[in-house]
């Protein structure tokens, strides 16, 4: 068997509030050229993806904070 490609996937949910849950996954393929190590290729990519799942996340999450920090200043 040659593998040609490798994919590698990453999600997570958070729970923000009742019935509100945030959820972010990331999946990203790469073509496996020769030599290349797949163990390599495997913990690069996964970090890669890992990585921008969680900046995603953060940046959602904190965007809601910023959103009801608002709304309660308001009132």
Known sequence: MKLTEYTASYGRKVQ????????VFESV???I???????????ELGELVRE??????????LAKKMTEEGTDGDE
């Open 16 to 23: 923000l509030e009742r019935f509100e849950p945030v959820e």
């Open 29 to 31: 393929t790469a073509t």
């Open 33 to 43: 050229e020769e030599g290349d190590d797949l163990e390599v290729v495997s913990k």
């Open 52 to 61: 921008n799942a969680e900046r995603n996340l953060m940046t959602r999450v």
